[in-house]
């Protein structure tokens, strides 16, 4: 913003493409993409992130303070919450703050700083783009340039109460109605707890949520032409899940308000039989130090769908470059030491993050420490993007409106995603 | 009799019960957070530890909204002291309408002056900076304080200035040696309403200021993100919006008297 | 001294107020209804993707949108949250605030002790009450401990969530008008209570025919500072229940939204100076119609 912001430049072409559908593909040396300027300027910098829940961060930011004390790096966390990490880092951009140098974003995001020139343009060389999960660096890419680096993927899991199916002689449901089915089978058993809860608070979780249904019914939010595809059939039974389980009572009226940690504080006092959560709970849930009243009583699956397993909504986070930094090439060598192959096993092993190097997926010795990585994989490999548009944080708000209007049952489901594709036509147009 | 003091007891809980609740979480073990008894058992400074961690850097935004909070007042009252005098003891023309004016500016919405703000502060380099957050803060206050001290210089009788000129003074000395003093009360409430108001003002110090070692108290709060790894930061927001509220809280006490008194705006009447 | 000395000592003394007030909020303002008449640009580069810079003219586009387009749905539910917000809001702290103010004014022993914990609502950061009252108002948070029945959603969608702000609000600041109308007693001379008592007026009938009248320049001074605070409500929806509920957004929650959120400058200044506009009626409705008294001028 500012000077150049304030230039009324009145332009013929406000037609535009909007959607940008970013990067086509994982080929890492694309002949037409443009080479990046270099990055100068080397000294102190700060990486800007969101709460770091494995608290490992820290250790990992101490050692390259170790080899590296011309250029320390100084920690900056912002609040758990993505919406609000997202505006103090938009805040930093707007004000041209040079506060912030390595932004750790959320993979929706990469297309919007990228268009705003908030974050700089990353030479492809200089990172083993070949090895990480290609999904990620999808992310990561906008209009074939690479702007972000994966630092962590993620993807959606279903963690269930092993110990109470076990007991009703069940396994782990692969659809819809055979969760539906479990929770009849256990719950009568079990006063106090519920079936299924995932995050429904208004915000950007429910985004994440609403697509999972809508995928997991075979349905897509946007099409591969960027069309948006919401008024289908596909949808409406996806949106019908999360409407019906809280029309039935599967899904506890309380968990409107969850957002991840409302949710996992649920599942760990032992009130959900199955829960839609990030990896990131599995340490916590297991801690034996009295937090966690389901440790060792839980299991992970891959989500469930409508006629067989479900699909996750692809999370992860990226690290990229402000453009409004001093020592962008601190930044960039910052980067490349928390993505290189040495810091994502240590910090995978550290935390229950999921990393996005490849190769640690099927390395015997972690699988055999983490037995949800198999899983995990799986979740991460068949994920979908969810809108990569410029204008994100409007289709994620209509979204939003969209469901929760929905699930309070103020709006009738056919409605709810007429009037969003309606929303979603006019922002993608 | 009864009836009264019952009505005061509830007035009291009714007052007190939300703060007493943030003292009582403040002071649970992190794991009890969610505990419902009336009071914390085991006690647990555990919170408060957390709070003053190294890595929150409390402590420095502590003393930067003593800054803030210091510097607003007294240039608000500097500057507002005299604009006051002007409006109530100086005849000149559009007197109302100058009044009216600055009276109004409080009328625009806040929120909305943000951008424009941070636009203005970003393009003369104030981002990140004490000034760019007292400057707001005393625009904010400003009406208010000239309004107050308005009310307080007017109801002052002229006889007083005027035995004080025929003594010899200038109109200005006449202030000085006689006017203030005598408002002393009124400038204090001022002081009081001001430094509260500056203390709490968040929305512009979020805004206008990222680097950690600049923000304010309820900033730091706000974003507090716990600092262990089970730690939900409930009790940690909680311990600090205790610490952040607790030097008005000591204001009040002390003052409570000169602040009603100081709002009746009548010491001379 | 002279007219014009008066005149050039009383533009002295006036203007390092007025600089401040030109500086940070009537540059802001005359900025801000500019802004309302632009719209920023947001068409991409086909070839790159970047945003192109700048702004363009669109006229009345965004107040159009506001009564009569897209947005009218939200723009209608925030006004009419703004304004019971305020009308309910305000009347219960005038209530609240009046008993206050009628307790605390008797002497009674530990008269300073009551009177320092009804200032300490009012002294709490409203940053802090946000967070105070979101934890009191969680779904397993202490309000629904100590209600009866099933638990309340209070931060879900809904009537539930207006009350959860109206008794927040009313919390921290009936404290302020107490104190207001408390310093508005206490120039009461007491020969008129006691003529009152003399008179065989007591009770309710002394306070309505008596003190109320003599209290009300004052309580409406202070009535309308509060109306005039509460019509611009941000923190307290935003931070206890969330943006984009339709039970509690208001004006400037939506203004926030899409400035910060979606950067859309143009739309969000439209809302702000359309309620500044409300604000601005309602203060001189207070004025005239009501007579209150905010200049001073007639004591």
């Known amino acids: 913003m500012g000077k ?34 270099a990055l100068a300027g080397v000294g102190p910098i700060t990486l800007v992130t969101g709460k770091d829940f494995s608290g490992n961060l820290q250790h990992q930011l101490d050692e390259w303070n170790g080899q590296h004390p011309d250029q320390p790096v100084q920690l900056i966390e912002l609040p758990e919450n993505a919406d609000a990490q997202r505006q103090q880092m938009v805040q930093n951009a707007q004000t041209r703050s040079d506060a912030y140098t390595v932004l750790n974003l959320d993979v929706v995001w990469t297309a919007e700083f990228a268009a705003n020139q908030w974050v700089v343009q990353l030479p492809e060389a200089e990172f083993p783009l070949g090895s990480l999960v290609p999904a990620t660096v999808d992310t990561a890419r906008y209009f074939k340039r690479l702007y972000a680096v994966p630092m962590n993927s993620d993807g959606g899991l279903l963690y269930y109460r092993k110990d109470l199916l076990d007991a009703a002689g069940l396994t782990a449901p692969k659809t819809w109605s055979e969760m539906s089915a479990d929770c009849a089978k256990v719950l009568p058993a079990n006063p106090g707890v519920s079936c299924y809860a995932g995050q429904f608070e208004k915000y950007e979780g429910l985004t994440v949520n609403f697509a999972e249904a809508v995928h997991s019914a075979g349905g897509s939010v946007v099409g591969e032409d960027g069309k948006p595809t919401v008024n289908t059939e596909a949808a409406r039974r996806g949106l019908s899940f999360l409407v019906d389980g809280v029309r039935t009572g599967e899904i506890p009226q309380k968990a409107r308000t969850f957002k991840e940690e409302e949710s996992r504080r649920a ?99 972690l699988v055999a420490r983490f037995p949800y990585l198999t899983e995990l994989k799986k979740s991460i490999l068949g994920a979908k993007r969810r809108p990569a548009v410029v204008k994100y944080q409007e289709v994620s708000v209509a979204i939003q409106e969209a469901a929760y209007g929905a699930m309070s049952g103020t709006t009738g489901v056919d409605q709810a995603l007429a009037t969003l594709q309606g929303k979603l036509d006019a922002l993608t147009r | 009799m009864r009836a009264r003091y019952l009505g005061i007891a509830a007035i009291v809980v009714y007052c007190l019960a939300p703060f007493y609740w943030m003292l009582v979480s403040s002071l649970r073990r992190t794991n009890d957070i969610f505990d419902s008894s009336p009071w914390p058992s085991p006690l647990s400074f555990e919170s408060y530890t957390a709070a003053f961690a190294p890595g929150n850097g409390f402590l420095r935004a502590l003393l930067n909204s003593f800054i803030v909070a210091g510097v607003t007042t007294a240039l608000v009252l500097l500057f507002a002291t005299l604009a006051a005098y002007a409006l109530a003891r100086v005849e000149f023309r559009f007197k109302n309408a100058v009044l009216a004016l600055i009276i109004a500016t409080s009328m625009f919405p806040g929120i909305s002056l943000l951008v424009p703000l941070l636009r203005l502060f970003s393009d003369i380099g104030w981002i990140n900076t004490y000034q760019a957050m007292i400057v707001p803060n005393m625009g904010a206050v400003l009406p208010l304080a000239v309004w107050n001290l308005t009310a307080f210089f007017r109801q002052m009788p002229h006889e007083l200035e005027e035995a004080a000129q025929i003594d010899g003074c200038t109109q200005g000395q006449a202030f000085i040696r006689v006017i203030l003093p005598v408002a002393a009360p009124g400038v204090f409430t001022t002081a009081i309403i001001t430094f509260i108001a500056a203390w709490n003002e968040f929305i512009i110090a979020l805004s206008v200021v990222n680097r950690q070692e600049l923000k304010t108290a309820p900033v730091i709060t706000s974003q507090f993100t716990g600092t262990s790894r089970f730690d939900s930061p409930f009790g940690t927001q909680m311990a600090a919006g205790v610490i952040v509220t607790i030097p008005l809280v000591i204001l009040v006490l002390l003052f409570q008297r000169r602040i009603v008194a100081g709002l009746t705006a009548g010491g001379v009447k | 001294m002279t007219r014009r000395g008066s005149g050039r000592l009383a533009a002295g003394l006036v203007s390092p107020t007025l600089v401040v007030l030109a500086l940070v909020v009537a540059y802001p303002v005359i900025s801000a209804v500019r802004l309302a008449f632009y719209r920023r640009e947001d068409g991409i580069d086909p070839e790159t993707g970047l945003i192109r810079a700048g702004e363009r003219f669109v006229g009345l586009d965004n107040f159009a949108e506001m009564f009569g387009g897209d947005s009218t749905g939200r723009f209608l539910d925030a006004l009419a949250n703004t304004t019971t917000f305020t009308l309910a809001g305000v009347s219960l702290e005038v209530v609240l605030g009046v008993l206050m103010a009628l307790v605390m004014h008797r002497a009674f022993r530990g008269r300073a002790l009551v009177r320092a914990s009804i200032l300490v609502p009012w002294a709490v950061p409203t940053a802090i009450a946000g967070l105070l ?29 207006w009350v959860a702000v109206v008794v927040a609000d009313t919390w921290k600041t009936a404290p302020f008008i107490g104190l207001l109308v408390l310093a508005g007693l206490q120039v009461i001379p007491n020969e008129i209570h006691e003529a009152a008592r003399l008179d065989g007026a007591t009770g309710w009938r002394a306070f309505f025919s008596i003190t109320l009248p003599l209290v009300k320049p004052t309580l409406l001074v202070a009535v309308l500072f509060r109306v005039l605070d509460t019509l611009r409500m941000f923190d307290l929806p935003y931070t206890l229940i969330g943006p984009g509920k339709e039970a509690t957004d208001t004006v400037t929650v939506l203004a926030f939204e899409e400035a910060v959120t979606f950067g859309r400058f143009g739309p969000a200044s439209a809302y702000a100076v359309t309620l500044f506009a409300y604000v601005a009626v309602v203060a001189f409705v207070f004025v005239r119609l009501l007579g209150a008294d905010v200049l001073g001028s007639r004591r």
């Open chain 1, 4 to 37: 150049h912001g304030l230039v009324v430049r009145i332009s013929a072409a406000a037609s535009a493409l909007v959607l940008g559908v970013s990067g086509c593909g994982s080929e890492s040396a694309n002949p037409d993409s443009p080479s990046p300027p």
């Open chain 1, 267 to 365: 599942f760990q006092a032992g009130e959900l039989l199955f829960q839609r959560q990030w990896p990131y709970q599995y340490a916590k849930a297991q801690a034996t130090d009295g937090s966690s009243a389901v440790a060792g009583k839980f299991g992970v699956a891959t989500l469930p769908g409508l006629s067989g397993p479900g699909v996750s909504s692809l999370g992860g986070h990226n690290l990229a470059v402000s453009a409004f930094a001093k020592n962008k090439r601190s930044g960039l060598e910052l980067i490349k030491f928390l993505t290189g192959e040495q810091q994502q096993r240590a910090n995978l092993e550290k935390t229950s993050q999921a990393p996005s190097w490849a190769s640690l997926y099927d390395e015997p010795a």
């Open chain 3, 133 to 161: 009252w979101r934890w009191v108002f969680q779904a397993d948070g202490v309000a629904n401990d100590l209600l009866p029945g099933p638990p309340v959603l209070w931060t879900t969608d809904g009537f539930q969530a």
